[in-house]
């Protein structure tokens, strides 16, 4: 208890003076966290989408229909339009140019009321004027009425006045913003070139007729990517199942319009056991769903349920399909446009608008119940996939429920093939989980047997994309991760519970290794995501050959870190290289030298990013094939989930 004396020190301190107003741009660059998530990577491109995003407020006006977004090499980032073009007068209320308002004051725009916009993404009217007061420098030049003008600006103020810098054509008009992340608020001012081709891919997609050029000129030659769909979402479904088999020819689509709410939904299943529904509103991705996703769950469950029941698939006493049934490998765009979105913060998480559950339930009800009438066959296959979901869930429920007995945490439970660890504090702990008996009877001699647990597991694990749950929960393989790992899966899931504070995925440096690390990032982010979400889950990097020559020895990762060894030593009959063909040709020290040694080794944390949550469902759906690319463009180029891979 705090003594009197302290007592009336504290409430001396704390009079009208301590309360404190922070005002543009401090408000912004000290409390970034409220407008833009975060300062790491996730926060630096967040800047340009909200620019982005006011572009594509110009689009669904109809006043847009290019979009150029250029990465220089000086680390800065250009987003260009062919909209109208900012307005360049003078705001009577203000007394400053509508421009300097845009970038200077939160929460103006044309967004509000009667301004500009009648369907807009950017809500909050922040975008602009929270970037200004991010970067170390931005630029704008305005097309507009035949004339070109041009501002700067730093960290949120104007560091010129508006002037006008020259004519051009009357019918040439829009923005164009150049700006440079400020080092002081951001850990990384590095953009990162797949992370936006995603976003502005599914842009183009939820914008019909809109291209959107994006070009890097960081690389040699440059690179550029053109996104354009006239199709728009079922393109967006058609590209998302493009890794499956679908199960029917057509995307079913449904458009309608009800209670000011534009409706727009697009879906096909195909024959994965996985639901990839992804829900936008006025084109921002909502990653945890929203009103507008329970619309379209609901009228989807009555829908199929109606339609078995009156054309006999099911029968009077049959259990009603379960919606989990029903969207069984369905892949589903929900696409609306809403005059006033209400989101859950400025990074729009979640959709809250209560008229947007009452329209998608609507218009999906009116239109697929037409559809589903006119084509049968569809309906038929539709309904029998989702009988045979009900019975596998059913099956899957009595193995889940036997899993569940199985994971006590008491040791006698635990995997026999288990060499698990002394220290029994799992924030001291790490398991390794291993591709074969050789590989674990490698690792086993290698090990610190204080702290490192290892788990030889058979091969390649199920690949649970492409099993339906009552296998999954059958396989020993899987089992044996469940029980080791001390957490449960699903509704289960106790992170608290979690017996090793690291899980370190350790397989060949091949492609066949590069398979079963991701089979097993699969299996761990359909069945307990949040070890990778908080950041538990490490992908280990042993080398693929040994290079030695007068008795030193170098560690090559791939064929071309090989060769650029023996350039440097010289290629001669000295030379001895020793290619790996799997763990369990190394030798303990070897592979506690290169692999297992927390001082030396090489472990790439793998992470998930919730905006891209689109993309790691796409990652799912390509790499679940049979062709596996090698482990660099592997990586690189269909596994966008795992984060911060500098390799």
Known sequence: MPTEEEVRKAEAEYGADAIQELKFPENVRERFGMYIGSKDARGLHHLVYEIVDNAVDEALAGFCTHIEVTIHKDGSITVADNGRGIPTGINHQSGK???????????????????GYKYSGGLHGVGASVVNALSESLDVTIKREGKVFHQTYSRGFATSDLTKTGTCPIEETGTTITFLPDSQIFETTEFNYGTLKTRLRETAFLTKGLK??????????????????????????????????????????CEGEKDGVLVEVALQHNDSYNENCLGFVNNVITPEGGTHIEGFRRAITKIFNQYARDNKILKDND????????????????????????????????????????????????????????????????????????????????ARDLTRRKTALDSTSLPGKLADCTDKDPKNCEIFLVEGDSAGGSAKSARSRATQAILPLRGKILNVEKAREDRIYDNKEIKAMITAFGTGIHDDFDITKLRYDKIIIMTDADVDGAHIDTLMLTFIYRFMPELIKTGHVYLAMPPLYKVEKNKKVWYAYDDEEQQRILNEIGLDNTVKIQRYKGLGEMDPDQLWETTMDPERRILKRVMIDDEDKSEVDLTFSILMGDKVEPRREFIEENAKFVQNLDI
Not at 361 to 369: D, F, G, P, R
């Open 97 to 115: 140019t509508a421009v300097e308002l845009v970038f200077t004051v939160l929460h103006a725009g044309g967004k509000f009321g009667n301004g």
């Open 319 to 398: 259990e009603a399909l379960a919606g989990e049934d029903i969207r069984e490998g369905m892949t589903a765009i929900i696409s609306i446009k809403v005059e006033e979105p209400q989101f859950e913060g400025q990074t729009k998480q979640k959709l809250g608008n209560s008229e947007a559950r009452n329209a998608v339930e609507s218009v999906v009800t009116e239109k697929l119940t037409y559809f589903l009438e006119q084509n049968p066959t569809v309906a038929k296959i539709i309904c029998d996939k989702s009988i045979l979901s009900q019975r596998a869930r059913a099956a899957a429920r009595k």
């Open 212 to 253: 959107i050029t994006l070009t890097d000129e960081r690389t040699e030659p440059e690179t550029q990517k053109v996104f354009h769909a006239e199709g728009g979402i079922r393109e967006f479904v058609t590209y998302l199942n493009r890794g499956n088999e679908v199960l029917y020819p057509e995307v079913l689509y």
